[in-house]
């Protein structure tokens, strides 16, 4: 066995080398900042030189001596097996690596801003004041990946493509020269969310596709779709130096008043699990030439599937960032529907990757769920919930990692922070050590292995070091399996140029843009009102969007916007600034923001806090609540019954009911058409009557409505949830219950249901309709 690291640096560019006087050949290709050694017949090779990694040949192939040791260890064989390779690797491992293994960082944008959410310094600096480049390593980043060994890095917004890709590259060239030399296994956030105001054409690029939210390719009804998007989607996170995609959502979006419910795949357990299978085989399946082994490859992405065991049946619809929604409950006795889409669509794939490769529980406490050990604690913390059912009924092997910051103190029932709920009189070390214990593999947000370390302590003190060591080496398997799997320990490095080349190129554009087409649910056309002939006069009134604070508490003040870009549809239609001037108006709304079901006011006048949640625009007074909750005991709180059973409140956007209102009394007998935003159903009871045609989606770009208000398209998506008729029917719902509220039945007679949809012809009654209703 001999180094041959010498002999790959006697030129730049493309070479060809002779290694020992035996014929072996590589093609070496030096980057800017990596090289690449090209196996034939075997795997490509990429390494910093900058790294202190040497290269090591045997039996005519190249491999990196990662730790340097000038042997070729299993880990370090590409031809091996990735468990044999995992194993080996485990048993070089010190606890203090293992457990930053088991670390997965807070949000980091690239490159750091100067305050607030994600900030960060270069050298003690802005990155203005330091004069550092966008794609360097941040103080913290280079911090949490040297001291506290960590190898999970969640990344946000980013300055380019290209620059992602040569953060990427130095954040390689970091780990890469630090003990064993793991790479770095960078995660996402969806990042692929369309911007209305974008024009598309058919040689438009951009940063990054544009496709509709998940709940918006489910309202196509066909998984090939979905499949189309996580192939391109993967394709692109790689060249973003993106190897786990920390999605799909698969809740089955039962309850209606979720604030989540716009991230879903929507409530039908069966269409969202065929949606859930064909997302993650799109995320990991790698074929041809780009297929390693079993399905893996260098354009596959590891699906993080959330939330286990299904995060939507929220009580009220509260949600569980927060204290207040920090139960889910199931008075229909239905855990069987949330389960579905992870049993028969994640983990029973169609292609050979088999299983998605890592599960997120979700914050809530699944109350009355644990018939084992009787707990009420979030589902991180659940032995029940983690290692009897997931692992051992169900048979999961891959990764699970906690959602972000659950073992942070709470700091009070209505504060974005911790949501360590079940637990919050435990210490942080003490929540970890309840964790790994229950069946936790990764902890999310937590850039510090210190509390990891402290209950790997405690677990040495409970159960001995043979014990707890073993169980560290049990996560530590499973989180280099799916970094060994995607290539990362053969080349991790990216050329930035083809970065730049791949995300966001025409191809994929054009894609995203014909799926937004497929996305949009017409659900009322009197009069065949559209299409709209081009050119025709329109009207579009601006928004009124009163001002709020957002989840972080961040406030934003009153402003009045255009409801579409006038410039993009002043290429189908004449915009007029009067009424009286147009042939029709067109008005663009969001659905109704109903609150979140907490108000702290409220509880400081003498109340217990809790509020409706509101579907309708307009003043409502929930007199059909239940009198006492099904959840409650927060040690934050006093009491235990959380109803808000006849208290009244008011959308906060009901300035856009108000605006539809109003465009009608201008127009006269002049067509209205409404397009709506929808993020969760809504009650149409006040806008529907008045508006001669109107259209739902879940985020797509203004150009693609107006192909179809036009005619250069059809409409063809179906609803994949219902409409209440009213309030009664939403508070009379159960919340682990999908498709149990009676249904809003419009002026044309039309019942907004589940797989209900318009075309130019009129209702949709087709195959999709038949499978899934």
């Not at 999605?247 to 979006?253: C, G, K």
């Not at 402290?454 to 989180?479: D, T």
């Not at 879940?698 to 150009?703: A, F, L």
Request: hydrophobic share 35%.
């Amino acid at each position: 066995m001999k180094s041959i690291n010498t002999v790959l640096f006697l030129s730049v560019g493309i070479a060809i080398f002779t290694l020992n006087g035996c014929g072996e050949k590589y093609t070496l290709d030096e980057q800017e900042t990596y090289t690449q050694v090209h196996n034939n017949g075997g795997q490509t090779l990429g390494y910093a030189p900058g790294s202190g990694v040497i290269l090591i040949e045997k039996n005519g192939f190249a491999f990196k001596d990662l730790n340097r040791n000038g042997e070729l260890d299993i880990y370090e064989d590409w031809r091996k097996p990735v468990d044999e390779r995992a194993k080996d690797l485990v048993s070089q491992m010190s606890v203090e690596q293992m457990a930053g293994l088991m670390l997965y960082s807070a949000h980091q944008s690239i490159p750091s801003g100067s305050r607030g959410f994600g900030s960060g310094t270069y050298n003690g600096l802005t990155l203005q004041e330091s004069g550092a480049e966008p794609s360097n390593l941040s103080d913290q980043q280079k911090k949490f990946l040297t001291e506290d060994h960590l190898r999970h890095v969640l990344i946000t917004s980013v300055a380019s493509p290209a620059v992602a890709a040569q953060w990427n590259n130095n954040a390689q060239q970091l780990v890469e020269g630090l003990g064993l030399g793991i790479p770095a296994n960078t995660s996402s956030d969806p990042r692929h969310r369309s911007s209305a105001d974008t024009e598309y054409n058919a040689g438009s690029g951009g940063k990054i596709s544009m496709w509709p939210a998940s709940l918006g390719i489910a309202a196509s009804f066909d998984p090939e779709l979905m499949r189309q998007f996580g192939e391109i989607a993967s394709i692109e996170y790689r060249a973003l130096g993106v190897a786990t995609a920390l999605s799909p959502q698969i809740d089955p979006a039962t309850e209606p008043r979720w604030s989540r419910f716009s991230g879903t795949m929507g409530e039908d357990p069966d269409l969202a699990t065929d949606m859930a299978r064909a997302y993650v085989d799109g995320f990991q399946t790698s074929s041809g030439a780009d297929e390693i082994l079993n399905g893996w490859g260098y354009h596959s992405v590891n699906a993080m599937v959330k939330h286990w065991p299904g995060g939507g049946p929220e009580e009220g619809g509260r949600d569980a960032h927060f204290g207040y929604g920090a139960y889910a409950v199931y008075p229909g006795n239905n855990l069987k529907d949330h389960l579905q889409p992870f049993l028969e669509g994640a983990f029973k794939l169609n292609g050979a990757t088999g299983m998605a490769s890592a599960v997120m529980p979700y914050y809530t406490i699944s109350t009355n769920i644990d018939s084992k050990y009787g707990e009420n604690v979030g589902n991180a913390y659940s032995k029940y919930i983690i290692t009897d059912l997931l692992r051992e009924k169900y048979g999961y092997d891959g990764v699970v990692c906690s959602d972000w910051g659950i073992t942070r103190s709470v700091q009070s029932m209505d504060q974005f922070g911790g949501m360590s709920w079940g637990v919050e009189n435990l210490s942080e070390a003490e929540r970890h050590y309840k964790a790994i214990d229950a069946g936790i593999d990764q902890f999310g947000g937590n850039n510090d292995m210190g509390p990891v370390l402290e209950a790997y302590n405690m677990g040495v003190e409970e159960h001995g070091e043979a014990y707890m060591k073993e169980r560290f080496e049990l996560s530590a398997i499973r989180l280099l399996r799916n970094i060994f799997r995607v290539g990362l320990f053969e080349n991790p490095y990216l050329d930035p140029g083809q970065t730049a080349e791949i995300v966001g190129n025409p191809e994929y554009m054009k894609a995203g843009f014909e799926a937004q087409l497929r996305t949009v649910v017409m659900l009322k056309n009197s009069n065949q009102t559209l299409p709209l002939e081009k050119q025709r006069k329109v009207y579009i009134p601006q928004r009124y969007i009163p001002g709020g604070t957002n989840w972080f508490g961040m406030a934003s003040p009153d402003r009045t916007v255009d409801g579409f870009s006038k410039e993009i549809i002043a290429k189908y239609f004449e915009v007029v600034e009067t009424p009286e001037e147009a042939d029709f108006a067109l008005v663009g709304i969001q659905s109704p923001d109903g609150g979140t079901g907490y108000d702290a006011a409220e509880l400081e006048q003498g109340g217990n806090g809790y509020v409706p949640i509101s579907l309708q625009y307009g003043p409502y007074k929930a007199e059909n609540a239940r009198e006492t909750s099904i959840a409650g005991g927060s040690p934050l709180e006093d009491f235990t019954n959380r109803s808000y059973k006849d208290k009244t409140t008011t959308a906060l956007n009901i300035p856009d009911m108000e605006l539809v209102l109003e465009t009608r009394k201008q127009m006269g007998d002049k067509p209205v058409v409404v397009v709506v935003n929808v993020s969760k159903p809504m009650v149409f009871a006040e806008i529907e009557p008045v508006a001669d045609a109107i259209l739902v989606h879940m985020g797509v770009q203004d150009q693609a409505l107006m192909d179809l208000i036009s005619g250069v398209a059809e409409p063809s998506a179906l609803l994949p949830f219902q409409m209440p008729a009213h309030m009664k029917t939403v508070e009379e719902q159960f919340e682990d219950v999908p498709r149990d509220m009676q249904c809003y039945t419009d002026s044309d007679g039309n019942v907004y249901e589940f797989a209900y949809g318009l075309n130019w012809s009129g209702v949709i009654s087709d195959a999709r309709v038949t499978n899934y209703r």
